[in-house]
């Protein structure tokens, strides 16, 4: 087997970057959903209708998030898989984040050897983009609450 | 075999029918057909808690999107593989050529194969990274010389995107 053009010969081996999916630390937000459809609006009160024919009351909301709640950031976890190439990984980084070269390969390297790599922090919209950005790419990725 | 990059193209020359039949195994090959690890590998959960509402939002709004992105990719790569039918002798020493842009489909339509080869078959890291394994004795080394393949030709398109 052989490969013509410029290139040097390419040889018929792959260099598996990986993993499995490791201990992670922070639990998602509840009640927060993809593509931001169930957000709260904090201090809104919500209205008591639960059975027809019954008065409907306005109570204050017991579910409020403050303004440093909704700051908190969210990161993106990419973890290591036996089967994706390290090549793949790092073009994916690229396309997804527009990381240049060397710090796609810091992170896919960081993947390969310490199982696990935190690819970006931010607000959790953009974040819940990102993953299924690289889910779309057939990455392990999980979208974590920083602590 | 030998590939090359020609104008707009990636030209798989000189096939042997082996090499062939493994190519055209690929839209096959990257359905999980039922198998759950298969299954959950390619819809990995984008929480650590599977149970989550978030996880529950994931499989009733982004999964059907992934399923058809996964979907449209091997069904491009089926159409090129068209050049490929044929009984075995007409199959001897063909050249397929993949169109430049659909370099992309075939990069996801190969992942989403060794992916769900790999599930089936819960090849441990050891055999994955194992190359020089030969020769091929039972279904299983055929599948793991097939997700091998297939990851060599992720390699070169991933050069030629590479430019």
Partial sequence: MRISRHTPPLEFEQRASYVSVLGMNCAPRRNSGWLAQTKQVPGMTRASNEKAGTITTAEPSIETSSEEDLDVPWQIVVHNDPVNLMSYVTMVFQRVFGYPRERAERHMLEVHHKGRSILWSGMREPAELYVQQLHGYLLLATLEKTC | ?163
């Fill in chain 2, 1 to 163: 075999m030998e590939i090359r990059r020609r104008k707009d193209q990636i030209e798989l020359c000189e096939l042997d029918p082996f090499l062939a039949e493994l190519l055209r195994q690929i839209p096959a090959s990257a359905k999980p057909g039922g198998v759950p690890a298969a299954e959950q590998r390619l819809f990995s959960p984008p929480t650590i808690e599977k149970e989550s509402e978030a996880s529950a939002e994931w499989k009733l709004y982004v999964e059907p999107e992934l399923r058809r992105l996964f979907q449209t990719a091997t069904e491009t790569v089926a159409g090129d593989l068209e050049q490929l039918n044929g009984n075995e002798k007409s199959l001897a020493n063909r050249t397929l050529r993949i169109p430049s842009k659909h370099a992309d489909a075939w990069l996801s339509a190969l992942n989403q194969a060794r992916l769900v080869i790999a599930a089936k078959h819960n090849f441990t890291e050891n055999e994955l990274n194992d190359h020089c394994h030969s020769p091929i004795r039972s279904r299983r080394d055929l599948s793991l010389f097939q997700v091998n393949f297939y990851g060599f030709l992720q390699e070169f398109i991933l050069r030629e995107l590479e430019g």
